[in-house]
């Protein structure tokens, strides 16, 4: 088993040679690098038309907005280099904003990453980019000068590294039991007040769930309860009772038995298209809202487009034919803990759905407020759950193997962040400028 270990580790080691780890802060753009704003476009070919617009504004809005939703072009500049062999389920969208805590099935409060739509194996090191270059660009937008921005991407790929060489000490099973419990965040937070707010949204999320979801976007009226209409963000659907039975019953086969048991409980009762996100704007997302003992017991779905991964483009594609069963596998791949309600379906015109709970003790970060030193704190624990995340299902002693003991790999993921930053710049520019010349249209909502 020693030897095994040193294999795996040399292994590591030998990916050196192949792509140098002070190799990845050399990147630049290919020559022939793709119109950003043609490849948004290519993506809106498939959307909801109406609700195009709408992503554009998003995006528009900043460099960072910008950079969320531009999972595809970043996808590309990544393929367009050299890239280890070293594989992982990869996140495919690991920004800063794509990590949060939710509730677990034993209603624990956990940290961990929470948006897998773009979820396909690939190099490790493309998801440590994809939240190096997003907290590069958030320091930015914060104020941050480049060297205090370099900390900030310094201090999340460190904690990467750091964490990655742990996990490689441990045995299977506790590498897969692993995860970081919200309460684990108040330690790194020293001054009182800053503990405040993140106690404040701990406790907010604890209180987010169906029930409080349901006092938000729902209303009684003739004695029924029913979701409230706020278009163009929200839009009852047109429903069809027997339709409605035959997805519900594709969705429910994709569940474990006693889960789909405890869906049998619930009735259905009304359904609307909600717009999501900043990427996902234009995909057909709906909320759907299920009673369970009476209208107090509420249930909360979301019913989400899932579509081909942005890196399937540049990956071998996934193994599974479903792009919902895509999603969700990954997830539980990679999650320390999933939504008791995940599953997927085929919807209308062969499209692809996976479903989840609309709000389950889900809260994210403001970082659009944090300081440097805040910002640096939470690249920590970034860093920390996607190696976690990694571990599972990568080679976590060849990572480590690659990685080292010293900080070349860090520096370098440092170096290619602020040149990323700088390319994002550009695109968000170029989106700008589509908008003005009436290229595209943007509307802000």
């Not at 429910?252 to 990427?279: C, H, I, M, N, Q």
Request: charged share 25%; glycine share 8%; with cysteine.
């Amino acid at each position: 088993m020693a030897d095994q270990v040193t294999e795996r580790k040399e292994r590591g080691r030998a990916a050196r040679k192949a792509v140098p780890r002070s190799g990845h802060g050399e990147w630049r753009p290919a020559a022939d690098r793709a119109d950003p704003v043609a490849v948004l476009e290519q993506q809106a070919l498939t959307r909801v038309p109406e609700l195009v617009p709408i992503r554009y504004g998003r995006m528009a809005a900043s460099a960072f907005a910008f950079l969320r939703g531009a999972a595809a072009v970043m996808a590309a500049d990544l393929a367009s280099g050299p890239h280890t062999d070293l594989n992982v389920q990869l996140c495919g969208d690991a920004h800063l904003v794509n990590f949060g805590v939710f509730g677990s099935p034993e209603r624990a409060l956990l940290f961990d990453l929470n948006d897998f739509d773009e979820t396909l194996p690939g190099p490790f090191e493309w998801d440590v980019k994809r939240l190096a270059a997003s907290l590069a660009v958030a320091a930015r937008e914060n104020g941050a000068a480049d060297r205090d921005a370099r900390q900030v991407v310094l201090a999340g790929v460190g904690a990467y590294r750091r964490s990655m060489h742990a996990l490689a000490g441990l045995g299977e099973l506790a590498v897969w039991y692993r995860r970081i419990a919200a309460e684990e965040l108040l330690p790194l937070v020293e001054k009182p007040g800053q503990r405040r707010r993140v106690e404040a949204r701990i406790a907010a999320a604890r209180r987010r769930d169906s029930l409080q979801a349901a006092g938000k976007l729902t209303e009684v009226v003739d004695g029924r309860r029913r979701i409230v209409d706020n278009p163009p963000l929200v839009q009852r659907a047109a429903v069809d009772t027997d339709e409605v039975r035959a997805l519900f019953a594709d969705y429910r086969s994709s569940l474990p038995e006693e889960r789909g048991e405890l869906l049998d409980r619930y009735t259905f009762v009304d359904a609307a298209l909600k717009v999501v996100g900043v990427g996902s704007v234009g995909t057909r997302c709906f909320i759907a809202l299920f009673q369970g003992r009476d209208e107090n017991d509420p249930l909360m779905l979301q019913v989400k487009e899932a579509e081909a991964s942005v890196l399937e483009a540049h990956l071998p594609a996934s193994r599974y034919d479903h792009h919902g069963h895509r999603v969700v596998a990954g997830q539980r791949f990679t999650q320390a803990a999933s939504d008791i309600f995940l599953g997927w379906m085929t919807g209308p015109g062969g499209r692809h759905f996976y479903w989840r709970q609309l709000r389950d003790m889900k809260g994210s970060a403001e970082v659009g407020t944090m300081s440097s030193a805040e910002l640096g704190i939470y690249a920590e624990l970034c860093g920390t759950a996607l190696a976690r995340a990694h571990a599972r299902s990568g080679d976590r002693i060849a990572i480590a193997g690659y990685l080292g003991n010293s900080d070349t790999f860090d520096q370098s993921i440092a170096a290619f962040a602020l040149h990323y930053a700088d390319l994002n710049d550009t695109d968000h520019a170029a989106l700008a400028a589509a908008i003005a010349s009436g290229r595209v249209e943007a509307v802000e909502v």
